[in-house]
């Protein structure tokens, strides 16, 4: 639909008008149709505020987990630590634990180190 001055601007131009009515650079057009089919798949910078937006929410996702760790989940349990591994391992090989096929299989007992 035309405005009423689009409409007058087109009467004005008379036949001249009605043939120029679909060129790009008519101002009836312009009022018609608002851009130009070039225009129309001008590429954009939308990729950018995506991506922004992206990283943005990965981010305060990161901070989350990090807050969860720190201040929502409990402490590591003890047998966690690396000395109770070590003491427990040591507790594995003193009671000779699977002989045949098992830990203590790999264990050199007279000179206490690993077979090779």
Same mark, same amino acid.
């Given at each position: 639909m035309l405005s009423r001055a689009a409409w007058n601007l087109m009467l &004005? !131009?008379?036949? &001249?008008? $009605? $043939?120029? @009515?679909?060129? *790009?650079e008519a101002?009836?057009? $312009? %009022? #018609? =149709?608002?851009?130009? +089919?070039?225009?129309?798949n001008r590429r954009s910078n939308e990729w950018k505020t995506? @991506?922004?937006?992206? +990283? +943005?929410?990965c981010g305060f996702a990161a901070l989350l987990i990090w807050? #969860? $760790?720190?201040?929502? =989940? *409990? *402490? !590591?349990?003890?047998?966690l630590t690396d000395e109770w591994k070590a003491q #427990? %391992? #040591?507790r594995m090989l003193? %009671? !000779?634990?699977? *002989?045949?096929?098992? %830990?203590a299989s790999h264990w050199d007992y007279e000179k !206490?180190?690993?077979k090779k």
């Open positions: &004005r !131009k008379g036949e &001249r008008g $009605r $043939r120029e @009515m679909h060129s *790009p101002p009836v057009y $312009r %009022l #018609q =149709y608002h851009q130009t +089919f070039a225009e129309i995506v @991506m922004g937006c992206v +990283f +943005f929410f807050w #969860q $760790r720190v201040y929502v =989940y *409990p *402490p !590591k349990p003890i047998t #427990q %391992l #040591q003193d %009671l !000779k634990v699977n *002989p045949v096929h098992g %830990l !206490k180190e690993w």
